[in-house]
T-cell receptor, first 114, second 113 residues
């Protein structure tokens, strides 16, 4: 079974400051890793995903994440945030198999202060 | 637009009633997932169907059931509704073949009064 832990429920940050949203996972098998974003009153949208290869993954809107197998982490980063990044961010895992379910973390609410 | 369509967008109903939520997956996607999102429980996986068959079950109550039809659309049936069932219900779909990404619909907001 897989599980995901998002260590911070809320992260306040000033506009143009850097941000890191933390995610740790647990799994007995190899997994794919994802970050999704949910803007207010919207569905979830994929930000980026790690499948294999380079451990640094770049996504949309200037976000990137680094897969660290030894620490079982997949932290999301952005060097300079904008007011429009205000949203809830979900880390997720999916086991390496066909038609496997996706397990989400509890989410981190990112609030940007002007 | 993710290509996943959920209807209705909003639903208000009374306790004890039964409702049906509908999801049309992206064209060609065989897997459909249902999730419940509430303030206290977060994003909870309910159930997954793959090409018409139940594939995985999560925290789905016995009062809830789902099915996936031959045309691959799915319905989530919620019965004997309680106030605590008020939530946003999301459907997502993926190709199901070494799928690496799920696409989410906009959700159905259910309010039980």
């Amino acid at each position: 079974a897989q599980s995901v832990t998002q260590l911070d429920s809320q992260v306040p940050v000033f506009e143009e400051a850097p941000v890191e949203l933390r995610c740790n996972y647990s799994s007995s098998v190899s997994v794919y890793l994802f970050w999704y974003v949910q803007y207010p009153n919207q569905g979830l949208q994929l930000l980026l995903k790690y499948l294999s290869g380079s451990t640094l993954v770049k996504g949309i809107n200037g976000f990137e994440a680094e897969f660290n197998k030894s620490q079982t982490s997949f932290h999301l980063r952005k060097p300079s945030v904008h007011i429009s990044d205000t949203a809830e961010y979900f880390c997720a895992v999916m086991a390496y198999s066909s038609a496997s379910k996706i397990i989400f973390g509890s989410g981190t609410r990112l609030s940007i202060r002007p | 637009d993710s290509g996943v369509t959920q209807t209705p967008k909003h639903l208000i109903t009374a306790t004890g009633q039964r409702v049906t939520l509908r999801c049309s997956p992206r064209s060609g996607d065989l897997s459909v997932y249902w999730y419940q999102q509430s303030l206290d429980q977060g994003l909870q996986f309910l159930i997954q169907y793959y090409n018409g068959e139940e594939r995985a079950k999560g925290n789905i109550l016995e009062r809830f059931s789902a099915q996936q039809f031959p045309d691959l659309h799915s319905e989530l049936n919620l019965s004997s509704l309680e106030l605590g069932d008020s939530a946003l219900y999301f459907c997502a779909s993926s190709s199901g073949r070494l799928n690496t990404e799920a696409f989410f619909g906009q959700g159905t907001r259910l309010t039980v009064v």
